[in-house]
C-alpha cells in the first residue's frame, strides 16, 4: 500500500518508517524540513519525502494525492504549556482539508487513554484531535496508549535519569497514580497490525501492557532490573511547579515537557480493553521486560530515535536553513586553525564530541557552563546525544542543535540552544590541505550580548585553543 507517514521525523515516526518499509509498503514521509529527516542514504532512497506544515495554509502535494494509508503522529505538547492544545487543533483541521485531495482510505492516529472524566490539557488535546480526524472523510483507527517504554522515550529516558542519579528521592503525591506501560515494540506491532483492516474501522481502542503499576512502582521494578538501590519517600505538600521544577533540574526533560508531563501524571490511564489484542492475536510484553529490551538497544548503540532530537526539545523552533549561512557582519568570533596528519581520523573524533564522550578540553568547565544554562532555564547538557557516533541535521547535542553534519564535506555546523544574549554557532571544517578550522560565532543582542562575549573571552581562549588541540592530536 502507498501510505503518508505524518510526524515521520519523531520518535514514533522513525521507528515506523522501517517497519512499513519492511512489510513492502511505499511510504512518503511528511516533514517541515527535508534536511533535518533523521534516516540514513540507504533508507532515503527507499521513500519519497514531502515537505508538509500541517500549521500553515493546507496544500496538497501532488505525490500524496494517491495514497491509501496515513498516519497522524503529529503532536506539540513538548513545544508549549500555553497553546499547543490549539496548535494540536488546528494541525488536525487542515490535515484534514489536505485528506479531502487525496485517496486516502484509512487514518491511523496514536493517542492516549482518556478513560478518566477529568483529564489532564494534554489528554484532553489528544482526544479533541481524535474528534476531529473522526469528521475526515476516511475511515479512522484510533489507539491510545499511556506511557510507552522504549530506549529514547521521554518517559523511559525521565525514569532513568531519577533511578541512576538520585538513590534517595522525596516525591509528590502523584507518584501513586497508577498507570499501564506499553513497549514501544509493542506499540508498532499495533499500528501496523491495522493497516487496511476494517474490523479496525472507525473504532478507538486502548493498547497496554500486562502491567498496572504506580509510577513509584514503575521506578522500583526499574531499580531492581538495574540492580539499584533506590528509597523513595513521598510526601503531600509538593505542588505540581514545585514537581515541574524537580524533574527539569534532575532528569532531561525541558520545563515546558515537565509541567506538561505533571498534569498528566496526576490521571489515572489504564485500560480494559484488549479487543485489538484479540483481533490482532498479540501479546504484550511486561514492564520489565520492555525495560531490559531498551537496555540491549543501548548498549548495541542501536537508538533509532530519541524525543530529545525533536526541535521541541530545547529553544530552537525555527527552520534550521534559516541558520546555516553563518552571519559575518555585526559577529564577534573566535577562530583557530591547525594542520592534522590524518584528516580521516580527526573527522571521526570531531563527529564524535559531546555526550558521553564530552568536548575533549575543559570538560569540568563545560558542565559548569550546562548546570547554569539549566539554572537559567536552559537545556544544559543532559540531552546528551543520541548515538556516540553518528549525527545528522536536526539532532541535539548536549546544548547545540546540529544544523549540517556532512562528512563528505568535512563540516559539522552547530547552533546554540543555551541561554545566551544572542546567536551562537560552533564550525567545525577540514579543508583541501588538510587544517582544521574551529570557528565559534557569536551575534551578541545588544549590550549585554557584548558584556557576555568580552567576559567570556579568557575562558573562550583557554577552552577552545585546548579543544582544537586534542582533537587534531588525539590527546585525550
Known amino acids: ?33 527535508k534536511n533535518r529527516l533523521a534516516v540514513n542514504k540507504e533508507l532515503r532512497k527507499k521513500i ?49 482539508t489536505i485528506m479531502e485531495g487525496t485517496s486516502v482510505k484509512q487514518v491511523i492516529y496514536l493517542s492516549g487513554i482518556v478513560n478518566e472524566e477529568k483529564l489532564s490539557k494534554h489528554l484532553k488535546s489528544r482526544k479533541k484531535v481524535e474528534d476531529i480526524l473522526y469528521k475526515g472523510n476516511y475511515n479512522t483507527t484510533v489507539l491510545r496508549a499511556a506511557i510507552i517504554v522504549g530506549s529514547g522515550s521521554s518517559s523511559f529516558e525521565i525514569i532513568r535519569d531519577l533511578c541512576e542519579k538520585l538513590p534517595v528521592m522525596v516525591t509528590p503525591t502523584w507518584v501513586k497514580t497508577k498507570c499501564q506501560p506499553i513497549a514501544i515494540r509493542d506499540v508498532l506491532q499495533f499500528l501496523t497490525g491495522v493497516i487496511g483492516n476494517d474490523q479496525c474501522y472507525n473504532k478507538s481502542f486502548d493498547i497496554g501492557g500486562p502491567d498496572i503499576l504506580s509510577y513509584k512502582k514503575m521506578m522500583q521494578q526499574y531499580a531492581e532490573v538495574r540492580e539499584l538501590n533506590l528509597w523513595i519517600i513521598d510526601v503531600p505538600f509538593l505542588s505540581p511547579k514545585i514537581s515541574s521544577y524537580w524533574l527539569y533540574f534532575v532528569t532531561s526533560t525541558s520545563y515546558k515537557l515537565a509541567l506538561n508531563l505533571v498534569d498528566s501524571m496526576r490521571i489515572e490511564v489504564i485500560s480494559n480493553d484488549k479487543r485489538l489484542q484479540e483481533i490482532l492475536d498479540l501479546h504484550p510484553i511486561s514492564y520489565k521486560e520492555a525495560i531490559k529490551l531498551a537496555f540491549f538497544k543501548i548498549e548495541q548503540n542501536q537508538v533509532v530515535s530519541s524525543w530529545k532530537d525533536s526541535m521541541s526539545s530545547g529553544r530552537f523552533r525555527k527552520d534550521l536553513n534559516q541558520y546555516i549561512q553563518v552571519p559575518t557582519f555585526g559577529c564577534v568570533k573566535d577562530e583557530q586553525s591547525i594542520k592534522v596528519e590524518n584528516p580521516e581520523e580527526v573527522l571521526e573524533r570531531i563527529w564524535a564530541i559531546g555526550g558521553q564522550r564530552g568536548w575533549y578540553y575543559g570538560n569540568w568547565l563545560w558542565k559548569i557552563r550546562g548546570y547554569m544554562d539549566k539554572l537559567f532555564g536552559g537545556v544544559g547538557l543532559r540531552r546528551g546525544r543520541t548515538h556516540p557516533t553518528q549525527i545528522a541535521a536536526g539532532d541535539s547535542l548536549d546544548f547545540w542543535r546540529v544544523l549540517l553534519a556532512d562528512k563528505e564535506e568535512k563540516r559539522l555546523l552547530l547552533f546554540a540552544e543555551m541561554k545566551v544574549p544572542g546567536e551562537a554557532w560552533l564550525e567545525f571544517e577540514i579543508d583541501e590541505n588538510n587544517i582544521l578550522h574551529q570557528t565559534a560565532t557569536f551575534r551578541p543582542k545588544g549590550i549585554w550580548g557584548r558584556l557576555y562575549w568580552y567576559t567570556m573571552l579568557p575562558f573562550h581562549y583557554f577552552i577552545f585553543d585546548g579543544m582544537i588541540n586534542r582533537i587534531a592530536k588525539g590527546d585525550n
Request: some cysteine; hydrophobic content about 40%.
Open 1 to 33: 500500500m502507498r501510505i503518508l507517514l505524518t510526524g515521520a521525523n519523531g520518535y514514533i515516526g522513525l521507528r515506523l518508517l522501517p517497519q512499513l518499509l519492511e512489510l513492502g509498503h511505499e511510504v512518503i514521509c511528511a516533514v517541515r524540513d
Open 48 to 96: 519519497e519525502v514531502v515537505e508538509i506544515d500541517f500549521l500553515e495554509k493546507p496544500v496538497i502535494p501532488e505525490s500524496i494525492k494517491n495514497i491509501d494509508i496515513a498516519y497522524y503522529l503529529i503532536h506539540s505538547m513538548t513545544g508549549s504549556t500555553k497553546d499547543f492544545d490549539s496548535q494540536e487543533s488546528q494541525a488536525a483541521k487542515n490535515f484534514n
